[in-house]
């Protein structure tokens, strides 16, 4: 009896690529934020850097799917591997939320006993007047949960939806429902940002509320810009699926590149539910 060999992938310049641009595009965000005038180009330099690793990575990786060298320990590895990442992920937010319910429950209410050096402040949230409102200027009101952001959700829920359906009709082998659903999500994810867009030259222009107006901005652009940073990626990880089940690269049994997409899709999802809730409503 011959068992088939596991395959071992040849060594590859993509994961310093990918860690260089990684740190680039971080670095750039941090000196974006302090008003730095070579953030933008720390930025976009990491940016073009990860998306071209991606490219030239997960090209490889398709390629080796096609030629039938992914045997079932190989999409093992893969399946592990794709669980750890959205367990960093689901790290990443934590931190932010963890911030967020220190500020809220702890920062916020310490600062206003202190009579003596804020005898005006009050100690509430969202914080819409500062400690120092001449040095933070607060916005003027904060951002409805019931308007845009209500909306927002259920375009995302619809898109759980429309992903579960178009991956339903990949196993099934149906393959009009496979691509019209999988068009759908995207359309909708698509259809978020947007209206995210929106909210945000909303809140700059008419709200004042800003990165730097305070902790209840900073906080707020924080969680729900990373949040936006990830549809974004899922956005792109879903088109290049769409792509890949136009070409028929899927089979009913052989989907993996769909499952990890759709597992990613779930994870931003219930973040935002979490976003919706903590961020906007309460």
Known sequence: MTTKPYFLPKPSHW??????GLF??????????????YGHYLFMSGALLLAYTMYGWFS??????????????????????????????????????????????????ELGENTILWPQFKATWPLLKNPNPTAFPGPHEVMSAFGLPALNT???????????VAHWGLQ???????????????LLGLIFLSL???????AYTQFNLTLYSGIYG?????????????????????SVILIRCLKGHFLPHHDFGFEAVSWYWHFVDVIWLFLFIFVYWL
């Open 15 to 20: 994961p310093l690529l990918g860690s260089l």
């Open 24 to 37: 680039c595009f971080v670095l750039g965000i941090i000196n974006i934020i302090h008003q730095n005038w």
């Open 60 to 109: 490889t990786v398709i390629d080796e799917s096609l030629h039938g060298l992914h045997n079932p320990k190989m999409d093992r590895t893969y399946r592990f591997g794709m669980i750890w990442f959205i367990t960093s992920e689901v790290a990443l937010f934590g931190i932010f939320f963890f911030a967020l319910f220190y500020i809220r429950l702890y920062a916020v209410p």
């Open 154 to 164: 259920l375009i995302l829920l619809s898109s759980a939806l429309t992903v579960t």
């Open 172 to 186: 099934t082998n149906q393959r009009i429902i496979l691509n019209v659903f999988l068009s759908i999500t995207i």
């Open 196 to 202: 995210q867009a929106y909210e945000y030259t909303e």
């Open 218 to 238: 900073s906080t707020f652009f924080m969680l729900t810009g990373f949040h936006a940073a990830h549809v974004m990626i899922g956005l792109t990880m879903l």
